[in-house]
Structures are given as structure tokens and as C-alpha cells.
């Protein structure tokens, strides 16, 4: 396998997290999103939409990290980071969608590019827009979280799932538009709970190669 990514990605940051809590190997593909690499002829030929990640297996190019994702975990049954019960599956796959689809969609390089370069906004009004965002959904995460009382130290049950695979990454991206954590003490337990693990660890965005 060979994963074409960006170490700061949101998206390449959730799929590490599952290629490391399933134990997969993968080669890492750098493209730079600083350099507008995701938007080269060469790149724009493997994916149109010029997003990242990427996943290359075989000769078979998977896009879009929740199909990617979901992909792993049909075919890498191993390490399950989805409950056994429909409705356990359901709950989880909850979690992650206010994340992949309602925080991070609106907080990405294209819509902060739009804002600042044809909407003519200011740094403190884009870091505002991304905070009212990232806020809304983390509350009500917050109370989804506080509401379980069968939750361990994960975002469901005793062991990690796909949700904190994508509640961990956004985490780490929302430090840079300063987010208050303190608002969120559930989240961050979860946090500190995944990031004790290497599987999350290796992940990190300043823990990838292409960081440096």
C-alpha cells in the first residue's frame, strides 16, 4: 500500500490513525499542500479533486478518507475499530460523521483560501469563522460523550474506534486556530487517552517525515 499525504491533512491524519491501530504498512507519498503540489497535472491525474489522502493498492487508487477508512475495515477485519452490533456501528459511525462532515469540511485549505483570498477576510476573522465552527460541533459532541454512560476512556466503549480516529485529528488541527479544550473536558480524556498509544503517536502530524 502506498498512501499519497500531507502531514498538517486532517484526512491523512485520521488514515494513519487506522492504518496504525489495524498494524498496516503503507509507504507514505508526500504531497505538499504548501506547495500546491495537490494541484499539479500529475497529482490532479490520480485524484481530480486534488484532495488528499490517497490510497494506492495494487493497481487501484482509493479516494475520499471515509471510503478509504471503511475500506480498511472490511478488508482488514483484524484490529476492529468498529462494534460487533448494528447499533453500536451506527453510534460510531455517528461520532465520526460530526466531524468528517460537519467540522472539518468548512475548516479546510480551500474554504480558509476562499475566505481570505476572494472573500478579502483577515487572519482574525478566518481564525474566528474556523473557532465558531470547530465550537459548535465539539459541543455537541461534548454532550453526545457526557450522555454515555456505558463509554470507557474512548469516544465509545473500552478500546478505540473509528470516531477517535477522527475526533483525535481534528483535536490536533483545531490547536491551531487557538480552540479553548478546556470547554470540552470529555474530549479531551479521549484525547489524552489515544495519544498515550503509539498506534496514535506515530500518526501525529509532526511525527511524519514530511514535516521536517
Not at 100 to 116: Q, S, T, V
Not at 152 to 158: E, H, K, L, S
Not at 188 to 200: G, W
Request: hydrophobic share 40%.
Amino acid at each position: 500500500m502506498k498512501m499519497y499525504g500531507f502531514f498538517r491533512s486532517g484526512t491523512s491524519h485520521r488514515t494513519r490513525i487506522v492504518l496504525n491501530l489495524k498494524q498496516i504498512s503503507y509507504e507514505l507519498l508526500p504531497i505538499s499542500l504548501m506547495k500546491n503540489e495537490h494541484k499539479n497535472s500529475a497529482f490532479q491525474a490520480i485524484n481530480p479533486q486534488g484532495f488528499v489522502p490517497v490510497l494506492a493498492v495494487n493497481d487501484q487508487l482509493l479516494l475520499q478518507s471515509p471510503a478509504i477508512i471503511e475500506w480498511l475495515e472490511e478488508s482488514h477485519p483484524e484490529h476492529p475499530l468498529l462494534p460487533s452490533d448494528a447499533l453500536g456501528r451506527a453510534k460510531v459511525r455517528a461520532l465520526a460523521a460530526v466531524v468528517g462532515c460537519d467540522i472539518h469540511p468548512i475548516n479546510n485549505k480551500r474554504i480558509l483560501e476562499y475566505l481570505r483570498n476572494t472573500l478579502k477576510l483577515d487572519d482574525a476573522q478566518v481564525q474566528s469563522w474556523c473557532r465558531h465552527w470547530i465550537d459548535e460541533g465539539f459541543s455537541a459532541l461534548e454532550t453526545l460523550l457526557a450522555t454515555d454512560q456505558t463509554r470507557g476512556d474512548f469516544c465509545y466503549g473500552n478500546q478505540p474506534t473509528l470516531a477517535d480516529a477522527y475526533l483525535i485529528a481534528q483535536v490536533d488541527s483545531s490547536k491551531r486556530f487557538k480552540v479553548d479544550m478546556s470547554k470540552y473536558p470529555n474530549i479531551q480524556k479521549i484525547y489524552d487517552a489515544c495519544i498515550a498509544l503509539p498506534a496514535f503517536q506515530a500518526a501525529a502530524p509532526m511525527n511524519q517525515p514530511d514535516a521536517a
